[in-house]
């Protein structure tokens, strides 16, 4: 049979990816009785079939990526600047480059870590406060061409929407400290690990504030806000660190347990798997018509509707409007133009340098727990504004997060094959990996998540040598850590070494500084902002309502709308958790009366 | 076929085929003994009981013959059991022959079977690269592979489709994702590796890998890290010992399901659970206890069959052969 067209009844709201974020939408807006289509381009995994009973496998998960989609069909090219060619990124190696997008129903929450934690008041005002309490000057000299604004509304704007967001997606902790107001988690935190306590009680003897690490694994059943019944986490250890393991007990959130079943229940969702969005249509006024996707069968769908919420992750929905002619694209060369601009690393300054050290008196069982970071410590001392930056050279700082194992779980590929050597050879690199899961010294390696703000010379755009499989560009990231993610990386591993030494650790010491060929470390994972936030229409691409200021009947939301793109707390989810009931306010807002919201 | 019903099934037959054995042999045996008898039993009594002796005697070899031959048949029909069981766990898909010796040294060279336990010849790492090599791993199947090919490492400037670029191309991680840009399967770049590995442990020793020394060995494989052979014209030697280095330690560290982690012998060394938790051989133990104890337990480890046969969820299960 010939692939055909097929044409739609106009439905309300029409949702691209069904990942975190759209599931909140969709559970939102189809409570309030509006009918929903929502397109995602893999299956529907069963975590009790799928998950339970395959998953506990290191090569099919963390490197031939059994659960993920699959590179074959699409990629994206990476560069440091502009006046590079870009590479594609053609496999998933376990050195990194992995871009583990999302596949399937819950989308890339499937096999993240689930490391939670909110941002803090300071993230949201990052560029005024810093010109308040340092001068304009001291922002330029830390980082140089930044590109940071301040968010649309405030850490006290958002709180509520935390609050929603919390109690849906199951966060455990008690709180985060005197750094986050009003922070008292809906779960209790998970056990600590023995390093885990020793963090704790060596960093308040420093004087800082630890909190035990928030994560999105249950830590006890319990029933969310969506009437939801989640497991809890069995500390078994297949979990996030490098492989990201998917939940084989729904205990790790994500859309497809905690949100998208009661969309469903509503009956006001049709949810259509295996459905590939490529275009959006827009008429004169710029104003999304219809979604265009292909079907299992290749058939090319035509989907009306009077919102769209672009539920895709990073790059994927930069690419999706950039495709349809939709937003004002970035151009570097002028510093005009807002979609694609500003993209910044979440993670990654991880890599810029740490401090090692080992532990005598702490040993332990390195495969159980692992998961989030889950059993051990954190502080937000050294992060954002908390400590007076006078007199240093950088903004921000980062989260200090001590506890648990290194790797976590079963993660052989840590021990060997981050990058190939010649050490890796012989009987000598043999004995020295013997008994590592079951340590009697436990090996530490802190690393801080070093500042990464955005500047004027990154941003996203269109490939133009290389395209996916059915001939459309890929996306091309033109992204690199600037010296503030460097000099904070330098400051910051000098606490820690007093903080080691503090825990009794022998052998402390500062890792090398990064070296120039690792400056494309473990992206595009982790990528933040380039379709961003604000107050602005031409710095940003959606208002404050998470609605875009040139097509006002596109919503979004995620990491990708991170205006600061930073990363000096926790992994993306849990801070673009907010955005996702902000999106749905304001598509239920705009559904009841059209136009700009405000 | 459940392995309960194969033993059944054999049992069967090596209790029958024996039953015809038997039965032609007290045929003959009972004209010979008849016959004789007939001429002697009334004139000889002596001889009479001698024949009677040698009749018994007769019978009892016959017996004994008859259990060798059951005993013979049994054995062979387990020699064609076990020579099937070899062909199923050590048959190759893709390494031609001369691919195998050279690939089996080059794993044992990197793994080496010592004082510290198994390496890489116990653990079978050979099979586990010769299935990778024939499935999605060879033939790049989840691989990006689109033009154009451009090779990293370039300083610039250089030209891609009439755009020039002044600074060349990024500086890539080695081993990661951008770095294999070969246009070829990772199939055929194994074997341009191992042809020119070989060409050049015969340029620099005069002889083959697989005949050289350990320090030898271990030299030529540095030697490709470094990229000095000159023997290597279609892919870098050291984007090779990459892929060699990873290979082997996967095949030795990543579950037996997949060819090699054979007995498990890899996560014995590092001391690694697989898929038992404490629970699955009856220890009862609890992973929350295991958590926050700063008492290392080394667990008897389990792979993914196996812990699929234990638990027996519906769907599965089963295991064996079907």
Redesign the interface.
């Known amino acids: 049979m010939m692939s055909q067209v097929i044409q739609h009844e106009e439905t309300d709201l029409v949702i691209l990816g069904m990942g975190a974020m759209s599931g909140t939408v969709a559970v939102e807006v189809a409570k309030a009785g509006y009918k929903v289509v929502g397109l995602e381009r893999g299956p529907y995994w069963d975590f009790n079939s799928d998950y339970f009973y395959t998953k506990y496998d290191e090569w099919g998960i963390g490197y031939m990526r059994k659960f993920d989609h699959s590179l074959s069909n699409s990629t994206a090219t990476v560069r440091n600047n502009r006046f590079q060619f870009a590479m594609p990124v053609r496999r998933n190696t376990p050195v990194g480059q992995i871009i583990s997008e999302g596949f399937g129903v819950g989308g890339m929450a499937q096999h993240y870590g689930g490391l939670m934690g909110r941002f803090a008041p300071w993230v949201y005002k990052m560029r005024s406060a810093t010109i308040d309490r340092y001068g304009e000057a001291f922002l330029e000299a830390a980082v140089p061409h930044n590109d940071i604004q301040d968010w649309p509304m405030t850490y006290e704007d958002y709180l509520p929407y935390y609050k929603q967001w919390e109690a849906m997606w199951g966060i455990t902790g008690t709180n985060q400290g005197p750094f986050m107001p009003d922070s008292d988690y809906p779960l209790p935190p998970p056990p600590v690990t023995p390093v885990g306590a020793l963090f704790r009680d060596s960093a308040e003897a420093l004087g800082y504030h630890p909190f035990p690490t928030p994560t999105s694994l249950a830590s006890q059943p319990f029933t969310n806000t969506y009437g939801e019944k989640v497991n809890a986490c069995v500390y078994d250890g297949w979990c996030g660190a490098a492989c990201n393991y998917a939940c084989e007990m729904g205990a790790k959130a994500n859309s497809a347990y905690r949100t998208v079943p009661a969309a469903l229940r509503t009956g006001n969702l049709d949810l259509r798997l295996n459905c590939t969005v490529f275009r959006l249509d827009t008429d004169e006024s710029k104003k999304v018509t219809a979604a265009r996707y292909l079907d299992a069968q290749g058939n090319i769908h035509v989907q009306p509707g009077k919102v769209f919420f672009n539920g895709l992750w990073g790059f994927n929905l930069i690419r999706l409007m950039l495709l349809s002619g939709i937003g004002n694209p970035y151009n570097p060369a002028s510093i005009e133009g807002s979609l694609g601009r500003g993209p910044a690393m979440g993670a990654g300054g991880a890599a810029v340098r740490g401090v090692t050290g080992t532990l005598d008196n702490v040993g332990g069982n390195s495969y159980p727990a692992g998961n989030a970071l889950g059993g051990g410590y954190a502080m937000l001392d050294l992060a954002d504004d908390n400590f007076d930056h006078t007199g240093l050279d950088f903004i921000g700082g980062a989260y200090v997060i001590v506890g648990s194992y290194l790797g976590g779980g079963p993660n052989n590929f840590g021990l060997y094959a981050r990058a190939p050597s010649p050490n890796m050879m012989g009987s000598a690199f043999k004995s020295s990996i013997k008994d590592t899961f079951l340590p009697q010294k436990l090996p530490l390696n802190i690393r801080p998540n070093g500042m990464w703000p955005p500047t004027t010379d990154w941003f996203i755009d269109l490939d133009p040598h290389y395209v996916d499989k059915y001939g459309d560009p890929e996306p091309r990231l033109t992204l690199d850590w600037g010296m503030n993610t460097v000099k904070a990386a330098n400051y910051l591993a000098q606490k820690y070494v007093e903080i080691l030494q503090r825990m009794g650790a022998s052998n402390v010491k500062l890792t090398d500084p990064v070296l120039t060929e690792d400056h494309m470390f473990a992206w595009p994972a982790h990528i933040r902002g380039g379709a961003r936030i604000g107050s602005d229409p031409k710095t940003s691409v959606f208002n404050k309502w998470q609605q875009c200021w040139t097509s006002e009947n596109l919503f979004a939301a995620g990491e990708v709308t991170d205006p600061v793109g930073d990363n000096t707390t926790t992994g993306g989810t849990h801070p673009a958790g907010p955005g996702s009931y902000v999106a749905a306010e304001g598509i239920k807002k705009y559904l009841t009366s059209p136009g700009s919201l405000t | 076929m459940s392995t309960s019903e194969k033993d059944e099934k054999k049992t069967a037959s090596t209790k029958k085929e024996p039953d015809i054995g038997r039965r032609n042999f007290i045929k003959y045996a009972g004209v010979g003994a008849a016959g004789f008898a007939v001429a002697t039993v009334i004139e000889f009594p002596l001889l009479n009981n001698q024949v009677q002796q040698g009749n018994q005697q007769i019978t009892e070899l016959n017996t004994k013959v008859s259990q060798l031959t059951s005993q013979a048949q049994q054995s062979q029909s387990q020699i064609q059991d076990l020579s099937l069981q070899v062909n199923m766990d050590k048959g190759f898909i893709t390494l031609g022959f001369d691919e195998q010796v050279l690939v089996e040294a080059i794993a044992e060279?990197?793994?080496?079977t010592?004082?510290?336990g198994p390496?890489a010849k116990e653990a079978g790492v050979i099979y586990f690269i010769d299935r990778q090599l024939s499935g999605?791993?060879g033939k790049?199947?989840?691989?990006?592979?689109?033009s154009?090919f451009?090779m990293?490492g370039?300083s610039?400037p250089?030209t891609?489709?009439g755009?020039t670029?002044?600074?060349?191309?990024?500086?890539?991680?080695?081993?990661?994702?951008?770095?294999?840009?070969y246009s070829i399967p990772l199939r055929e770049f194994w074997r341009a590796g191992l042809k020119a590995t070989q060409a050049y442990s015969q340029s620099a020793y005069g002889a083959k890998l697989e005949t050289l020394g350990?320090d030898q060995r271990?030299q030529i494989?540095?030697d490709l890290?470094d990229n000095k052979p000159a023997t290597f014209n279609e892919i870098r030697s050291r984007d090779f010992?990459?892929e060699?280095?990873?290979m082997t330690?996967?095949g030795f560290?990543?579950?037996p399901?997949?060819g090699g982690n054979r007995g498990m012998v890899g996560w014995k060394?590092?001391?690694?659970?697989?898929?038992n938790?404490g629970q699955l051989y009856g220890e009862g133990l609890d992973?929350?206890n295991?958590?926050?104890?700063?008492?290392?337990?080394?667990l008897q480890p389990a792979s993914?069959g196996q812990?699929?046969n234990l638990v027996g969820?519906p769907?599965?299960g089963q295991g064996g052969d079907t």
């Open positions: 060279t990197i793994i080496p010592d004082a510290a390496g999605d791993y790049n199947a989840n691989m990006y592979m689109r154009p451009i990293p370039q610039g250089i891609v489709d755009i670029y002044p600074q060349g191309t990024p500086p890539v991680p080695y081993h990661s994702g951008t770095q294999y840009q350990n271990l494989l540095k890290y010992f990459g060699l280095i990873f330690w996967s560290l990543m579950d399901l997949y060394l590092v001391g690694f659970n697989g898929t938790y992973t929350k295991l958590m926050v104890s700063n008492k290392p337990v080394r993914l812990w699929q969820l769907g599965g």
